[in-house]
């Protein structure tokens, strides 16, 4: 990625009406990509929308490329955890983890499960719940505007552009927005702070 100089001013100035425009032209996409990287990595993304649907909205991502440049990987945690907190997790693994992390270098087996590889979205979020209990119960409860973006978020991965919030070198862009790559380079608004949600009522299942 350039280091030019970027600001989020003119993100809203410039690229804004570019990106819905993008998104306007290339439609409702009705077929899964055909890359199988991409497969892999949207449904990844498929069911983090899918533990939101249900309640898990405080459940965020953080998304990026490997130094090689030669795989994609994602984080998921509470929005609680502060970045050197959720750094702190990331090497961890096994259920009382707060972060699950994820590379496109594991290709189906997600989170190192064997058993998922055949797994669609809705599968893997019930997988999730069972497998993170600690991760799940942190992340349990409402947070519409975050939810709101990553569902605007995810419509831009099923049309190939991914979010890259950090790369190898990465510069001051990192700070000013996600970056929507596989392809062209897009600029997309960072996701909102935390704080905002709307947790009127607890969320409850109904049976």
């Keep these: 990625m350039s280091d030019e100089v970027f600001s989020l001013k003119d993100y809203f100035d410039s690229s804004k009406k570019k990106l819905s425009d993008q998104l306007a032209k290339l439609g409702i996409p009705l077929h899964r990509p055909e890359d199988e990287?991409?497969?892999n990595m949207l449904r990844l993304l498929g069911m983090v929308q899918e533990l939101h649907k249900q309640g898990w909205q405080q459940l965020r991502i953080y998304s990026g490329m490997a130094p090689s440049g030669c795989y994609w990987r994602c984080a998921i945690f509470p929005n609680i955890l502060t970045p050197k907190q959720r750094e702190r997790y990331y090497e961890?693994?096994?259920p009382t983890n707060l972060v699950?992390?994820?590379t496109s270098g594991d290709e189906r087996h997600y989170f190192g499960w064997v058993?998922?590889?055949h797994d669609d979205s809705r599968h893997l979020a019930q997988k999730f719940i069972e497998?993170?209990?600690?991760l799940c119960?942190?992340?349990r409860g409402r947070d519409w505007a975050y939810s709101g973006w990553f569902s605007e978020l995810l419509g831009h991965a099923e049309?190939?552009?991914f979010p890259i919030s950090f790369w190898d070198g990465m510069s001051s862009k990192a700070e000013q927005a996600v970056w929507l790559t596989f392809g062209e380079e897009v600029?997309?608004?960072l996701p909102p702070p935390m704080g905002l949600e709307t947790d009127y009522w607890p969320v409850t299942t109904i049976e």
């Design 187 to 189: 600029p997309f608004p």
């Design 100 to 102: 699950a992390r994820y």
């Design 159 to 161: 049309n190939g552009r």
């Design 115 to 117: 058993d998922c590889a």
């Design 137 to 139: 119960k942190m992340g």
């Design 37 to 39: 990287v991409q497969q």
């Design 131 to 134: 497998r993170f209990p600690k």
């Design 92 to 94: 961890k693994v096994g």
